[in-house]
Structures are given as structure tokens and as C-alpha cells.
């Protein structure tokens, strides 16, 4: 089944039957002989009437948990984030300088111990969320209903996050997510981590975004990580970045904020009150520059004064009544 653009018109109507299509000059073109059922519809191949709420992990969903992780085995993460970052000052890449050193930190007589992803995970279930977490979620997904019953709007949620996907997945928000992606270890043959599998770096953030867009629901499989270098038309997204909206901490979400804002969607940024820095870094980094749209505490539950919570309902609001208007729009050219 395909849905092809009614070449004689830009009404937004479409047409619908069994055939192939292929891409020329940007337009879709029948090779084979459609039935004749009329579809309505806003002028785009597919509804893009999901609304993706993409959300860091740590510091903005629950205390960094590498730190956490740390401090549960005795290590001192002060200690550990001096000379991580040292060695970055040095050249190395932040991302993979973690994952390096907890990996040198891991065995028998190492402070991490025989450290395997199950412990990662099972840690995972032990973190905290900040105040309105995962419930947040649930009423993302009602709100966007609510709020296009035209379009037919629905909310996804997910992470994607430089921290360990394995400690993510054991979260309470893994239940509540459509997808996540992260940095995972490799296991020996004793189920020990031996490896770096996959580093999510601040740039690498943006990748997931663009598999977002481009679909399926919920990042594509693992296993074909050239899937989101596929060519498509404005028209062909399953999200459009104007129907994004990004939530993170910091300097390395700033990548995932313009390439959110500049395709027309929201981006927020969430305070860490734990840097005694944070204001002045934040009024310097991110708000002077307009990288995200606000700043605010990460509090998430639906109070007056949780404004992020409040922030982020609005905006989903926003976003799924501006579906309904495109969608209202079509219908009005056509009759």
C-alpha cells in the first residue's frame, strides 16, 4: 500500500492503491495503475503527526549516574572527574576517556570489581528520578491526544544520553520510553565488560535525532547503523524536527538544541544545581547565545511552580494544536 501526491493539485490530497514508486525531481511518480480512493490529507507522504520528546539522561532525568555508579563502589568521584579532566585537556575524546577508565577500573582486584551489564542494570533500578519522573511521561502522551484529535497527535518519548545505556534500561524510565541509546560495554566470555560496543559523544547525539526522524518508532535496529544516512524528502520524516522537542543539562546537548531549534522545534535546558558555577555557566553557555528556549530547575510534576513540568506540557500542547491547523488548512483549500 502506498500513498502518492495527486500531481494535478497542491491541496493535499492524496491517492491511494497497490504499487511501487520511485523518486524523481523530488516528486513520486506511479508505476503501476492505483485504485481510485481519495484520501485526505495535509501535502506530505506520511501523517508526521507523532511529537518526539527527546530527553538527556543524567542531570536532567536523575543525578549523573556514572557518579552514582562510582560512589557505590567506594571510588571517589571527585577524584575521577579531576583527572578525566586532565586527560581531555590532553586531547582525548570525553566520551571514550570514561568508558576507557571504567573499563581499566573492572576486575577481580579492581575497584569496579567483576562489573558485567547485569550489574550495570540492576544498579539502574537502585537511581532516583527528579520530582515527576517517569510519571511526566504518561501525561505527554494523553496531552498530545487531547490536544489533536484531528491530526490524530501522539507523543514518544526517549533518551539518548552519553551515560551507560545498561543503567538507563534499568531505570524506572525504561518502562516508559519508546527508545534509548547510550554507551554500551562488550562482555567476555564471563560475562564481565571488556569492551567499548558503542560511545554516544555529544555530536553523536545528533545521529539519533535523524534516526528519529526518519523512523521506525523506537531508533532502528542496531544492527544497520547506515539505515540514517538514507536520503529523504522534507515530506517523507516520519518527525519533522518542528514537531521535536529536546530536553538536556549542558554543553553536550548543545548540538542536539540547534539542529531541534533551527528545524523550527523546542529545546530546554535543565539547571545543575550541583556545580557551584552553574548560573553563570548557564547564563554564558546557553542562555546569552539562545541555544535552548529556558532554563529551568528539573522539576517535572504538573505544579505551579515546577516550570519546566509546566513548560513542557504547554509545548506539547502547542505542537500537537499546530497539527490540527495544518491538517484544518488542508481540508479548507480542498472545499
Known amino acids: 500500500m502506498v500513498m502518492a501526491r495527486d500531481p494535478s493539485t497542491q491541496l493535499g490530497l492524496f491517492w491511494r492503491g497497490q504499487a511501487t514508486t520511485e523518486r524523481q525531481t523530488g516528486k513520486s511518480v506511479i508505476v503501476q495503475q492505483c485504485t481510485k480512493e481519495w484520501v485526505q490529507g495535509d501535502a506530505m507522504a506520511v501523517p508526521q503527526n507523532v511529537i518526539a520528546v527527546v530527553f538527556d539522561y543524567d542531570d536532567t532525568l536523575t543525578n549523573d549516574s556514572t557518579t552514582q555508579l562510582l560512589e557505590s563502589k567506594g571510588i571517589d568521584p571527585q577524584q575521577f572527574w579531576k583527572q578525566h579532566s586532565e586527560r581531555v585537556k590532553q586531547g582525548c575524546d570525553p566520551t571514550l576517556e570514561v568508558l576507557q577508565t571504567l573499563l581499566v577500573m573492572v576486575g577481580p582486584d579492581s575497584p569496579l570489581g567483576a562489573l558485567g551489564n547485569k550489574d550495570l542494570r540492576a544498579f539502574g533500578g537502585e537511581l532516583e528520578c527528579y520530582p515527576g519522573i517517569p510519571g511526566l511521561f504518561d501525561d505527554l502522551r494523553v496531552i498530545a491526544a487531547d490536544n489533536g484529535p484531528v491530526s490524530g497527535a501522539k507523543a514518544e518519548i526517549y533518551v539518548i544520553s552519553g551515560g551507560l545505556e545498561e543503567i538507563i534500561l534499568g531505570s524506572e524510565v525504561a518502562e516508559k520510553v519508546d527508545g534509548v541509546r547510550a554507551c554500551e560495554f562488550g562482555e567476555n566470555q564471563s560475562g564481565v565488560i571488556s569492551n567499548i560496543r558503542r560511545a554516544v559523544t555529544f555530536t553523536e547525539k545528533t545521529r539519533y535525532l535523524f534516526e528519529i526522524a526518519k523512523g521506525p518508532k523506537g531508533f532502528p535496529d542496531k544492527g544497520m547503523p547506515y539505515e540514517v544516512n538514507r536520503s529523504y524528502l522534507p515530506e517523507d520524516l516520519r518527525v519533522p524536527f518542528r514537531n521535536m522537542i529536546y530536553v538536556g543539562d549542558g554543553l553536550t546537548d548543545i548540538p542536539c538544541f540547534s539542529v531541534v531549534q533551527k528545524g523550527g522545534g523546542a529545546a530546554f535546558a535543565v539547571l ?7 548560573p553563570k555557566t548557564a547564563l554564558q553557555e546557553l542562555l546569552l ?6 532554563l529551568n530547575a528539573p522539576k517535572f510534576r504538573d505544579h505551579d511552580d515546577d516550570d519546566l513540568g509546566q513548560l513542557l506540557r504547554l509545548q506539547v500542547a502547542n ?7 495544518r491538517q484544518k488548512t488542508a481540508y479548507q483549500r480542498r472545499s
Not at 545543575?272 to 552553574?278: E, F, G, I
Open 319 to 325: 505542537t500537537a494544536n499546530q497539527m490540527d491547523i
Open 272 to 278: 545543575n544545581r550541583r556545580r557551584k558555577d552553574a
Open 289 to 294: 547565545p539562545k541555544r535552548p528556549m529556558s
